[in-house]
Structures are given as C-alpha cells and as structure tokens.
Nanobody, 124 residues
Framework: QVSLAESGGGYVQPGGSLKLSCAAS????????MTWFRQAPGKEREFVAA???????HYADSVKGRFSISRDTATNTIYLQMNSLKPDDTAVYYC??????????????????WGQGTQVTVSS
C-alpha cells in the first residue's frame, strides 16, 4: 500500500523559513516524479515544485529562488525547504507522486498518489 505523509508545516512570520517533509512508503520516490502542490483558502490548487525521476527539479515562478526541493535516498523522503516566506505562501501543502510527461508536470490529475497535506501559515 502506498502512503505519502507530509509533516513540518506550522506558523511562521514573513521572512522566516520552514522545511516540509514527505515520507513515502510503498513506492521508491526516486522512480517517480515527486511534486509539491499547495492550495490556499478559496483558491485553486497550484504547482509549487517537482523533482523528476531523472533528478531534475522544476519550480513555479512564484517560489523560484526561495524554495528548494530535494530527496533523501536513505529515508525515501522528499523535502521542500522554504525560505523568505511571504503571506501569499500561506496554504495547505500536498505531496504527490506520479509519472507525468514534462509538459504536464504541473497538472494535478496526472499524479497517482497524494498525501493528506500540511498547513503552512505565514503571518505577522
């Protein structure tokens, strides 16, 4: 059985940092494209960052230069390091696994497995 478990969310002031984790079980995360999405209240779900099975990484323009996605092979965990956080980053963050083609990497319905989400709140 496949499971993706996010953790690391919380409350942080603008300019602060958080590191989210997505622990995968039942799949080898390196064999999938592992992606972070987020959804803010009243808004559509949006792509944040992805790490393809090839090792290449991709970011939404809104987080480029501030967020970094990485993988720990030993623990089969995907991380999202978030720096210089802004109030607009407030959302529930979801981890997803799939095998989309590159042009569809930001398309949520191309992913097979999803975690339950972790809340990130950026506020002063």
């Amino acid at each position: 059985q496949v499971s993706l478990a996010e953790s690391g969310g919380g409350y942080v002031q603008p300019g602060g940092s958080l590191k989210l984790s997505c622990a995968a079980s039942g799949i080898i995360s390196g064999s999938y494209t592992m992606t972070w999405f987020r959804q803010a209240p009243g808004k559509e779900r949006e792509f944040v960052a992805a790490r393809r099975h090839t090792g290449t990484t991709h970011y939404a323009d809104s987080v480029k230069g501030r967020f970094s996605i990485s993988r720990d092979t030993a623990t089969n965990t995907i991380y999202l390091q978030m720096n210089s956080l802004k109030p607009d980053d407030t959302a529930v963050y979801y981890c997803a696994a799939g095998r989309p083609i590159l042009s569809a990497i930001a398309t949520g319905n191309m992913y097979y497995y999803w975690g339950q989400g972790t809340q990130v709140t950026v506020s002063s």
